[in-house]
């Protein structure tokens, strides 16, 4: 029922005109409003038989995905994220339409759904890429987590009990945020990300063995581009950053365990393509001052987050870009079709 109220409540205001109303007054009162930066993952094809190996809040439906870069191309004026960073290095006034599209990891259907879309409107892009995965048939972590979610289906008390046979620490670190997620999958997850890699993969073990069900994560297909598509890609105006080698989440790392990632991820992209690559992703969009200046120091230019934390006009900005995530429910209506007045209402409620 809330959904549908919210629905009517945002069509009301994209069609009487309040929107724009609203949007035009945000932008008067704030003086060289930054421009948004959008964050996308993966682009299904087909949601009902691709979103086991991947959570919900993380894809978008082709038909969608197509409907929102239209929108996008027609009103507002998309840019590259270098001449974003360019810009507020050099003090210059930006258009407030003025809007940037990322993706993070490097999936596959970024390649085969996302960039002839993108190509279609003419829209610049970049792909933060997770290194040590382009070009390989392994799997992120998080993605056999899900899967394994799928197939098992367990509560949070069976999964709290796993957690304590495995690793005791990690039942004891519950925080608010992970508890009030609905869907057991994030939850299971978002506590994942607390841990060594070591100490995920022996949680993952133990629950494929400990339900004995076939743990056929990704059916052995490609998840990840490969070097070829990431060349094609990149002759035809899509940019590549760093998402790092592993996509371990870097305030669990140490300082030299950081730098091998920012240094390492960057050298395997640029001797690929070619190409000088000094823009980041964290990982996780997790991060701290500390990281921000292992980022600076190893030579890029600046950085992306979910969880921006820098201060505007301050030099920090820059390793710190705030995004916001775009996925198939923000835009779309109570049956599930694609709603422009609901992609609009989120561009406008996160400017």
Known sequence: MKQILKYFIVVLLYYS????????????????????????????????????????????STPVFDKQMSYLAKHYKPISLADLATSIRSNQTLDPKNIVITFDDGW?????????????????????????FIGTNDIFWFMRAATLMTINKLDRQQLRAL???????????????????????????????????IVINRVLDELSKSNKKSDNTGDNSRWTMNWDEVKEMSQHGISFGSHGCTHRVMTTLSSDENMRELRDSREVIEAKLGLRVDIFSYPNGDYNIEIEKLVEQGGYL??????????????????????????????????GNYSRAMFDFHLLRNS
């Open 302 to 335: 600046c950085a992306v987050t979910t969880k921006g934390i820098g201060k505007p006009g301050n030099k920090s900005e820059l390793f710190a870009l705030r995004r916001i995530g775009v996925h198939e429910g923000i835009s779309v209506g109570p049956r």
């Open 17 to 60: 005109g309040l929107a724009f109303v609203f949007r035009f007054l945000k932008r008067l009162s704030r003086s060289n409003q930054k421009p948004l930066i959008l964050m996308y993952h993966q682009v299904f094809d087909d949601p009902k038989a691709e979103l086991k190996y991947s959570q919900a809040g993380l894809y978008v």
């Open 108 to 132: 596959r259907d970024n390649y085969q759904h996302a960039y002839p879309i993108l190509k279609e409107y003419q829209l610049p892009a970049i792909i933060f890429l997770t290194a040590n």
């Open 163 to 197: 957690f304590k046979k495995v690793c005791l620490s990690s039942a004891e670190s519950d925080s608010a945020a992970i508890e009030t997620m609905a869907s057991d999958t994030d939850w299971f997850i978002e506590k994942l990300k607390k841990l060594d890699l």
